[in-house]
Structure formats: C-alpha cells, structure tokens
C-alpha cells in the first residue's frame, strides 16, 4: 500500500523541527541579564530536539512518516513558534548590549509570550496518537510544566543603575570608576574592542531609528561607553597606517570617496548646494564661506556671479545610497526626515558631559610624559574622538590638547607622528581651532616639519590637508603664503608624492592661489612647473589645471604662457580631461588669449583640430565650461578675422582708401 500523500511533507516538517531544535541552543546571551531567558529557551529545545529525534527515528523503523492530521497542524505551528524564538534570539544577538538593556522589559515580555504560544501547543498536542516511547511522553509533559511556569523575568536594577548614571552625568558629575566597571562587567564590556564595537552599534542603531522612545539614552550611552573604554581599558590600539584616513568618516573604514566630501570642510556632505561656478559644497561650509564677505569660488578661485546655492539632488541621493549600504547613520541627509540624534543632540547633556570627561581625561594622561606606546594609544583615541562632531573638536582643544598634539608631530615614531598629525587635521575643521593651531607656539613649524620630513607621505598629505583646512581662513591663507618653506615642500610633494599627496599638496597651492598676494612666491617656487607636470597624470589633472588657471587670472598668466609647451597641454586636458578639467584648461585658455594674447593666440592657432576641440566642448561641456569654451571661441574668431584682414590689406593696400 503506498504511503499517504502527505508523508512526504511530515518527514520534512520534522526534520525542520529538529534542525531547529539544534539551532536555538547555539545562541549565545550577549549580556549577563539575558542568560535566564537564553538558558530557558534552550533548555526547552534541547527537549523538543529529543521528541523529534524519537518520531524520526521510528519513521525510519517503519519505513515511512504518517503524522496524524491534528498532530501535523500542531507540529507547523510549533515549528512558527521556533522560528520566531530563532529570529529573536539573532536579533538579540546583533543588537547593542546597551540598546537590550534599555528594552529589556520589552525583550523578556516576547520571550514569555512566545513560551506561552508554546505550552498552548503543548497542551493540545495530542500525544495518544504519536508512536513515541513513554520516557519522551515524560519530557513531553515536563516541557508543559516547565512552559506552565515561565514568567516574564527581567532584572530591572541594572537598567535603573545605568539612567541614574546618565542623570548624574547631565548634572557634570563624573561617574565612579569602580561602578562603572561593575557595569560593564555585567554587559560584558570588558576590553577597547567589545566597547568599541558597542559604540559603533549604538551609533548605527541611532541612525537606524530603531527606537525612538530611547534615542536620547541611546546618545548619552554612546559618550558614557566612550569614556568608560578611556578610563577602564586606556587607549586603543593605533590601526596601521594604511587603515588610518584623514577626516571624520574617512578616518574610519569604508574610506568615503572623494566626491560626497565638501572641499571646504573636508567632511561628508550632509546638504550639496552647487554655487554659480558649477563646484559643489556643503551648505552650511558654503554659507559660511559667503558670509564671511567671500565673492569667489573656493576650489577653482573664480568669481561668483551670484550668491544662489542649488540643492544638488542626484548627489544628495548617492550619498544617502552609500551611507545606507556602508551602515553609516544618515544623520541630516535623508530628506523629510530629522535625525533623532541631531534633533536630540544638543539637548543630551550627558552625551556632552561624557565626552567632556573623556577628552579632559585623556589630555591628562598625555600630558603626564606617558611612554611613546602609551602617548600613541591616547593620541589615537584623541583623533577617533575629534574625527566628527564640532563639540568633540571643541571638548578636545578646550582641554589643552593642541600644543601636546604639535610636541608629537617631531616624533621619530612613525605611527605616532601620523595620529598626532590626523588629530590636529581633524581638530582644525573647527574654526576655533584653527585660530588655536594658528597662534600656538611652533605651531606651523611643526606643522611644516612634518610637510618636509614626515615619515610616511600618509603623514606628509595630512600635513598639507592641515594647511589646507588653515587656509580657508582669509588672513591665515595670506600669513602661510609668506612662508616660503611651505611653499617650497609643497611644490615637492606635488611634484614627487604619490597621487593622494600630490592631490592634497595641489588642493593646499590652489587655496593659498586665491590671495593675489601669494601669486609671486608661488610663481617662484616653482608652482607652474609643478602643476604643468601634474596634468599628465590623470588622478590629479583636475587640481593642476584649476591651480594654473588661478595663476592665470591673478597676474601670472605669463608666468603660465612661458611654461614648455603650456597652450597644448592645456588643449590636450581639453581633448580628454574630466568634465571639471576640461572647464579649468578652458578658462586658463580665456584668460592667456585676453591678457598675453599676442603670444598666446598664434601658439592656440598652431595646435591641429583646435576649432573641432572649442566646438565639441562647447556642446558637450558643464555650463561653465560651454561658456568658456565659447568665449574661447569667440576670440580665437576675430583673431583669424585680424589676420584675415591684415594680409587682405597688405595685398591690396589701393583698396585702404
């Protein structure tokens, strides 16, 4: 007689109960007061393991698997009950020890209701019908007992204890060490790596909105987790230098590209605007750089035409896209939607205060002469903490860590040098800072020793971003200009560096360019060779040409001219350079035809395919670069129309009269 039609389906189910039943036992709890519900749990799926076990077991003695009708709905609703203990146990898992603390009534409450779906199960199973032997019908009737019995246990003492720290906190009370370590010692904190990677949970769960009820806790516990890894577990071991970045998201992995970066603040933008010469910027680092009484353009140096700051949409969606699949919390970006840490942020007192102590208290160790591994963990945890957040970068300089900071940019120890550099890159986005950095004693000549005897050229490029960042402040860009050692050093790493030096060393000309000045030091230094170099190669074409074409329009457009081969190089970055490059060369073009023109233009004329090259930038160009390449146009058009009518004159100079 062939088996039932359903066999085939009671085998898999059970099957599926029994992995199942395996599966559960293997989470482990992630803090001490999820170990009872953990163990319960797995206590009662080790039993159901062996009801299953036995019912395969005498299928395979009988040849075949016939459950009874309401036996088989029985086991698919059990088998729904364990999937959901499963989905909730890995959630568990993933979640902030911090966050389950806070939910840990919540937690225990879906555990007790998913027991008692169980026991109902239980209870109307009808075990008469099953072929299973009497010592699994005991384990049967005992998980029934022990389901009966199950409450909803959580321990709300700790939860209580960890608030009433974040009170005291708000109210500048610094936390006990000894109950702090208590704490972390039940949330199984115990070392910089587990509370880091507490601290970078929380922070994805804040992001995430994955509670709104506890999203101010949440930012407190962040600063709280911050300070007690300092206090209880020292500094954190430096990274190599290859996994060490240069600015807030970038100083951590994944690096974020260059393009969500606003070339003011060096940050991830959070508000694209593009301004009237095509670049984009942060809004608010843009606004400010307007406010400040700035009529050009920061990156390429050119005067703005108006004011008006455009959302840049698309890119404002490809980094929204990125931050969600690099899990980095949008905050302020997602639009229509405010970030619960940026609308709770400046009201978290305890957040503020923890970070606070943590700055103050590792500026104390620093300053207590630590040995060269000790001072390179705490001046790592000082560039982590300055890596985002103006109160951070304030918190930190406020405590006096600048001048510490410039002590260790001499430093023979490679890595140390490079943290202490990054940390000083890092703090001088804050304006404050950078008047800080500015007037420090030694300051721009440690600075500078690092531009010229760094280490590592990672070192190098971050020295160069440094003075880049000073730079945006008008008269700072004028003082570093006067110093001819960094322009020199400058010049050789944009020279000889790999492609990130020479593209920040070229980002770090192009800023001190935009004060008319600089324009002779820079000339003689050595700029225009340099960057003529530069545009040849591809990753650094586009800051080259911008660089040359500021030269251009503050008084050093001969300068550029008497560069070998200069008109066509400048032309071939027409023919197959970047959008932004082709814009630049343009514009350089325009500006030595209207002020060296007699020299320039015959040497334009000169180059083959030049009217097809204007022509073809013209229709396929940005904005500005189609206008450029039209102004181009246009003189290189009466140029011809001059020549034209002089040699006509010269022919038939009867007709003159």
Known sequence: MPPPATAPYDGELLRSLLRLSREIPHFEPPCYFLRRLFSSISRKARLLSVVFEDLLRDAVCNGEIDLPR????????????????????????????????????????????????????????????????????????????????????????????????????????????????????????????????????????????????WTASMIALVGV?????????????????????????????????????????????????VVASGQTYDRDSIAKWI??????????????????????????????????????PLEGLEPNKASPAATTSCANKAALEATRMTAAFLVKKLASSPTTETANRVVYELRQLAKAGSDNRAFVAEAGAIPLLLIFLSSEDSSLQLNAVTALLNLSILEANKKRIMHADGGIEAIVHVLANGATWRAKENAAATLLSLSSIHAYRRRLGRNLRIVAELVVLASKGPSSTKKDALTAILSLAGDRENIPRLVEGGVVESAFAAVSTTDVAEEAVAVL?????????????????????????????????????????????????????????????????????????????????????????????????????????????
């Open 70 to 213: 309401s036996a088989s709905l029985c086991f698919r609703e059990i088998l729904v009950v364990l999937q959901r203990f499963k989905a909730l146990l890995g959630d568990c898992a993933t979640r902030s020890r911090m966050l389950l603390l806070l939910q840990s009534e919540s937690v225990a409450n879906d555990f007790y209701e998913l027991t008692l779906d169980l026991s109902t199960l239980l209870d109307i199973l009808p075990l008469p019908e099953l072929r299973i032997s009497d010592d699994v019908r005991d384990i049967v009737d005992l998980l029934r007992r022990q389901c009966r019995r199950s409450a909803p246990s959580v321990d709300p003492a700790l939860r209580g204890e960890i608030l009433a720290m974040i009170r005291e906190i708000e109210q500048e009370v610094v936390p006990d060490v000894s109950r702090l370590a208590a704490i972390f010692d039940k949330l199984g904190l115990d070392g910089t790596r587990s509370c880091r990677n507490e601290i970078e949970c929380l922070e994805r769960e804040i992001g995430d909105r994955v509670s709104e009820k």
């Open 549 to 657: 074409a500021a030269l251009a329009k503050r008084g050093a457009a001969a300068a550029v001219l008497e560069a070998e081969g200069s008109i066509a190089k400048l032309v071939g970055v027409l023919r197959c350079g970047s959008d932004w490059a082709r814009e630049n060369a343009a514009a350089a073009l325009v500006l030595l035809c209207r002020r060296v023109g007699d020299a320039a233009i015959p040497q334009l004329a000169m180059v083959s395919g030049i009217e097809w090259v204007i022509w073809e930038l013209t229709g396929s160009g940005t904005v500005r670069g189609r206008r450029k390449a039209a102004a181009l146009g246009r003189i290189y058009r009466r140029w011809l129309a001059a020549i034209e009518e002089a040699d006509r004159m010269a022919r038939y100079p009867s007709t003159q009269s």
């Open 225 to 273: 987790v911050r300070y007690g890894k300092c206090v209880l577990y020292g500094a954190s071991t430096p990274r190599s230098d290859s996994s060490i970045g240069k600015l807030a998201f970038a100083d951590s992995d994944p690096a974020v590209p260059p393009d969500f970066r606003c070339p003011i603040s060096l940050e991830l933008m959070r508000d694209p605007v």
């Open 291 to 328: 406010a400040a009484g700035h009529s050009t353009c920061p990156k390429t140096g050119l005067a703005l035409a108006h004011s008006n700051l455009v959302p840049n949409k698309a890119l404002r969606n490809l980094i929204c896209a990125w931050c969600r699949e690099q899990n980095i």
